[in-house]
């Protein structure tokens, strides 16, 4: 069966620090991923999304980057983090034109 | 651009009372709707899709074009309903295959004994 790892769950930063939050896929190959932030208030905002190894998609402009270094991982990155960066992150992947997104568990990000 | 309203940040319902949980949406052509859900300590999940006229855990949801809504409904509440409803549009292709799932602010529902 299909599982969907991150890490790490929680994590304080402070600003102006780097960012890596990690993401694998298991039991599935040539999965779309995808990273949402949920900000207080605010619905799951796509970030960016991914159709293949090193095909990144951002969504919005920001202050992170994603990568695909291999075809079951997706990594969230950032060089300087902001205050604003602080939310939920959630990975999801989705069979190749699937609506249907399974999440994994979360990260949630606090930057001082 | 596509959007999607949930108007309601928390519903608290009795038990065995009727539920109906709100979702709008905004979009030009014509959407695929979603409702996802979150149970405590649990990880977001696909509840049901329109498209697929069924039923689960006792719950619907029709899509009426005309008021552009997507509106979760369940005659009667049970305890363990108790969760975060997202509605969500695809309202179009990702370049190169994926497809953009656009999510509202959610909607926490309490069921109440």
């Keep these: 069966?299909?599982?969907?790892?991150?890490?790490?769950?929680?994590?304080?930063?402070?600003v102006g620090s780097p960012l890596s939050l990690e993401c694998t896929v298991e039991g599935t190959s040539n999965p779309n991923?995808?990273?949402?932030?949920?900000?207080?208030?605010?619905?799951?905002?796509?970030?960016?999304?991914?159709?293949?190894?090193?095909?990144?998609?951002?969504?919005?402009?920001?202050?992170?980057?994603a990568s695909r270094p291999q075809d079951r991982?997706?990594?969230?990155?950032?060089?300087?983090?902001?205050?604003?960066?602080?939310?939920?992150?959630?990975?999801?992947?989705?069979?190749?034109?699937?609506?249907?997104?399974?999440?994994?568990?979360?990260?949630?990000?606090?930057?001082? | 651009a596509q959007r999607v309203t949930q108007p309601e940040k928390l519903l608290s319902v009795f038990k065995g009372a009727p539920v109906e949980l709100k979702c709008n949406y905004s979009y030009s052509g014509s959407p695929e709707l979603f409702w996802y859900v979150q149970y405590s300590r649990q990880r977001l999940q696909l509840l049901l899709r329109h498209i697929s006229r069924e039923s689960i855990k006792?719950?619907?949801?029709?899509?009426?074009?005309?008021?552009?809504?997507?509106?979760l409904k369940k005659p009667?509440?049970?305890e363990e309903d108790s969760a975060m409803y997202y509605c969500a549009l695809s309202g179009g292709g990702l370049t190169g295959g994926g497809n953009k799932l656009t999510f509202g602010t959610g909607t926490q529902l309490k069921v109440e004994l």
Excluded: M
């Design chain 1, 1 to 14: 069966s299909q599982t969907i790892h991150q890490w790490p769950a929680t994590l304080v930063q402070p």
């Design chain 1, 33 to 65: 991923l995808y990273w949402y932030r949920q900000a207080a208030g605010r619905g799951l905002q796509l970030l960016f999304y991914s159709v293949g190894i090193g095909q990144i998609s951002s969504e919005v402009p920001q202050n992170l980057s």
């Design chain 1, 73 to 112: 991982q997706f990594i969230l990155s950032s060089k300087k983090l902001l205050l604003s960066d602080s939310g939920f992150y959630l990975c999801a992947w989705s069979v190749v034109g699937s609506d249907n997104l399974y999440f994994g568990p979360g990260t949630r990000l606090t930057v001082t």
């Design chain 2, 58 to 71: 006792g719950f619907t949801a029709d899509l009426n074009k005309g008021e552009t809504s997507f509106h």
């Design chain 2, 76 to 78: 009667f509440a049970q």
